[in-house]
């Protein structure tokens, strides 16, 4: 029967054997279920449950009280389900099935419970006051969510994807110097506007960045670069698929925000000359990345090199990144979004925001359940990759900010997890309140794991 069960599930009965043994009562019976329950329902499914009007004494005392007169030997460790127990279980497996559910939670427990009047578990309900009704519709509305369909991903929207602080970027140290190198660039130039390619002369002047070392050995030097330049008798390639002009041409600027965004994805609050050339790499436009892919044997592969040359001790963000891309592959989604984040921090299995989540109850078998109830299959082709949702990238803008605030030159796992309780109507929240727990919840679990750490 229990292989159906989610590990919270499991989690519910196991304690209502706890209980039953800690009372030395012969049998699991329905009390024991219900404060089992009791025990492991925390945050906003309490609430719904109504659980936050009943007093942990008083509950615990009825559930000893029934069962006084079913008292078990001393010697007898032998503790069996009873009749109505198994009944309610089965009862549970059920409404699973009923409900379009590939497993049981502690929700159909739950609705079991309420729904089987001739109990001693309805009779402390009862005695409690709840309003069972209203619980019982809310519990069958909540677990009837399998069937809706969402083709477009639930993050994605006409939403402003502009960079928010623009500012900060041109404040940061290594880009400051790129930047007022290639305007001193555009007087021989002859051009008034910075453009992928004199960003990219910039930085192969210096060869103190690593980025540049590793250009040499593909025989991409400065010298090299310039005798292509002059190649080009036109700037339309920076130009492109744009109307208006800024202090940079419109790829030169584009360049900037994926380089940022390369930062934030390896979990760096530095942006280095090596982000901007993976930036230009990335958004395949513009003068530098003609010439860099026409010098360049497979540009591709060149751009695994210099993710690797980054992270060769591979920080906890990047790796959470990585594996939020393998979520959104293995669940055949074209959207890396926050729940892809989410369901990465748990099957990362180390990290403050692994142990926070693990701390409230949240584990990855029951997450990933919730969010394929969400999330559709889209079929993507195998050489397809996944983009960030609007929504994800900004769970990771405000985990790089705050990383930044508090002076860390990494952004780590607990920065994404408070990133992603500050994103309103983010899936991974929607996710993370399913399970039964909240924003406060989660902000408090970080900071015990941080032993009083920073302030969020």
Do not use: W
Not at 246 to 261: G, K, M, S, W
Not at 317 to 343: D, H, P, V, Y
Request: hydrophobic share 40%; with cysteine; proline share 2%.
């Amino acid at each position: 029967m229990f292989e159906r069960f989610t590990q919270k599930a499991i989690d519910v009965v196991q304690s209502a054997q706890n209980l039953a043994d800690s009372f030395g009562h012969k049998k699991v019976m329905s009390q024991h279920l219900l404060m089992g329950l009791y025990i492991q329902t925390k945050g906003v499914q309490a609430k719904i449950l109504n659980f936050d009007k009943i007093n942990y004494e008083d509950l615990q005392e009825l559930v000893i009280n029934y069962g006084k007169e079913d008292l078990r030997e001393k010697e007898n460790n032998n503790i069996l389900f009873s009749r109505v127990a198994r009944d309610i279980l089965k009862l549970a497996v059920e409404l699973s099935v009923k409900l379009n559910s590939k497993f049981v939670m502690p929700q159909h427990i739950a609705l079991a419970l309420f729904l089987d009047k001739n109990t001693v578990a309805y009779e402390i309900l009862e005695h409690f006051n709840v309003d069972k009704e209203k619980i019982i519709a809310n519990l069958e509305k909540m677990l009837d969510k399998s069937t809706a369909i969402q083709i477009i991903h639930p993050e994605i929207a006409k939403e402003n994807n502009e960079l928010s602080d623009i500012n900060k970027f041109f404040k940061e140290k290594v880009i400051s110097n790129i930047l007022s190198n290639a305007q001193s660039k555009l007087t021989a130039s002859e051009y008034e506007i910075v453009g992928t390619e004199q960003i990219l002369q910039s930085i192969l002047e210096n060869k103190d960045y690593k980025i540049v070392e590793i250009l040499n050995k593909y025989s991409i030097d400065f010298e090299t670069f310039n005798e292509e330049l002059k190649k080009f008798s036109s700037r339309y390639p920076e130009f492109e698929n744009s109307e208006k002009q800024i202090i940079f041409t419109p790829n030169a600027f584009r360049t900037i925000l994926v380089a940022l965004d390369c930062a934030k994805e390896m979990g760096s609050t530095e942006i280095l000359a090596e982000h901007i050339v993976l930036g230009i790499l990335k958004l395949k436009k513009g003068i530098a990345y003609k010439i860099l892919s026409s010098l360049l044997p497979n540009a591709i592969d060149f751009e695994d090199i210099v993710v690797k040359k980054l992270n060769e001790n591979i920080p906890e963000t990047l790796a959470i990144m990585r594996l939020a891309k393998q979520e959104a592959r293995a669940l055949m989604s074209n959207t890396i979004g926050t729940e892809m984040i989410l369901l990465a921090i748990l099957s990362y299995g180390t990290g403050i925001a692994y142990r926070t989540l693990k701390r409230l109850g949240i584990n990855y078998k029951d997450a990933k359940f919730e969010i394929e109830k969400i999330i559709k299959t889209q079929n993507i082709k195998e050489d397809e990759n996944p983009n960030y949702s609007p929504r994800a990238k900004q769970v990771l803008e405000i985990a790089y900010h705050t990383a930044s605030e508090h002076k860390k030159n990494k952004i780590k796992s607990e920065n994404i997890l408070y990133g992603i309780t500050k994103v309103e109507n983010c899936v991974a929240m929607q996710i993370l309140s399913a399970l039964g727990t909240d924003i406060l919840e989660i902000k408090e679990g970080i900071k015990q794991e941080l032993l009083g750490g920073m302030e969020l």
